[in-house]
């Protein structure tokens, strides 16, 4: 039983643009949410994180939104570079325990 | 060395080997972590240390046994595995007092004949 799900398992985004990474989680008492952006035959790697008790946290061209009703959270780059084509995995923690979704593929288009 | 070592990068073992991942970090932190991931699934968290104690154990089978001797290293020792453990096993580090943040190594392609 998942309890965090990424339902696109591939996006691709004109470079410019924005791109829109989404992620539902189905346990209410998670403590943080996390995005990690994964390149091939790398470990993931640590991109932007949020509290449970915030709705939004910005770092760059990146912007991570909460929606706590709806059990969902969103990632948004903007501009979108060529550089950003990796595959991103959403998680959630409370705790030492971790959650993450299966990943979605994003392709910036030069 | 920097950030999270592991080795090694790549294993074949048959179901009566046994054998150990290794994984090391540089980064000062007090947790560390071992995940499994298999084709199409997501993440799936095996083990964590926390001050070298193990504090989670998510149900994972005993022919997979690790070991933590210090804060910077550990270990997955493997024996009579099968082929459904054939995975990607990644290690990751953290600081204790804030599990949000992880530090991942570039993981063990494990291969089990």
């Known amino acids: 039983d998942q309890q965090v799900k990424q339902n696109s398992p591939s996006l691709s985004v004109q470079e410019g643009r924005i791109s829109i990474l989404n992620c539902d989680y189905t346990?209410?008492?998670?403590?943080?949410f996390l995005w990690y952006k994964k390149y091939p035959a790398e470990g993931p790697t640590f991109l932007i994180s949020i509290s449970s008790i915030k709705d939004k946290n910005e770092d760059g061209r990146f912007t991570v939104f909460l929606n706590k009703s709806a059990k969902h959270l969103s990632l948004h780059i903007v501009p979108s570079q060529p550089g950003d084509s990796a595959v991103y995995f959403c998680a959630a923690s409370r705790g030492n325990q971790f959650y993450f979704g299966t990943g979605t593929s994003l392709t910036v288009i030069p | 060395e920097t950030g999270v070592t592991q080795t090694p990068r790549h294993l074949v073992m048959g179901m009566t080997n046994k054998k150990s991942l290794k994984c090391e970090q540089h980064l000062g932190h007090n947790a560390m972590y071992w995940y499994k991931q298999s084709a199409k699934k997501p993440l799936e968290l095996m083990f964590v240390y926390n001050f070298k104690e193990q504090t989670e154990n998510n149900s994972v089978p005993s022919r997979f046994s690790p070991e933590c001797p210090n804060s910077s290293h550990l270990f997955l020792h493997l024996h009579t595995l099968q082929p459904e453990d054939s995975a990607l096993y990644l290690c990751?580090?953290?600081?204790?007092?804030?599990?949000?943040?992880?530090?991942f190594g570039p993981g063990t392609r494990l291969t089990v004949l």
């Open positions: 990751a580090s953290s600081q204790s007092d804030w599990a949000g943040e992880q530090f």
């Open positions: 346990n209410s008492m998670f403590d943080y």
